[in-house]
């Protein structure tokens, strides 16, 4: 089983930056494709951004170019720098990895507020 923390997350203007961390536990954590998500009030939780055991990257649309998704395999942690954050960028951010079988546990994720 693989457990998952977040932080990072805060209140910041429009146009600011975030970076978001998730520490992992388990040893087998290299393995997986990671992800990150977020879920807006009211909305479904949605696919941000994944990165491969190797370091190839994927975002959603509303992502690209300004997102980028990093992971640290010996730390056993996956990152997120958010910069020219937007008030549609105002979610509960998640990450998990990615299997066949299913996402592992939720974590509690951490509170991204894009506001002025």
């Known amino acids: 089983q693989v457990q998952f923390v977040e932080s990072g997350g805060g209140l910041v203007q429009p146009g600011g930056s975030l970076r978001l961390s998730c520490a992992a536990s388990g040893s087998i954590f290299s393995i997986y494709v990671m992800a990150w998500y977020r879920q807006a009030p009211g909305k479904q939780r949605e696919l941000v951004a994944t990165i491969t055991s190797g370091g190839s990257t994927n975002y959603a649309d509303s992502a690209k170019g300004r997102f980028t998704i990093s992971r640290d395999n010996v730390k056993n942690t996956v990152s997120l720098q958010m910069n020219s954050l937007k008030p549609e960028d105002t979610a509960v951010y998640y990450c998990?990895?990615?299997?066949?079988?299913?996402?592992?546990?939720w974590g509690q994720g951490t509170q991204v507020t894009v506001s002025s």
């Open positions: 998990n990895a990615i299997r066949v079988t299913g996402s592992f546990p």
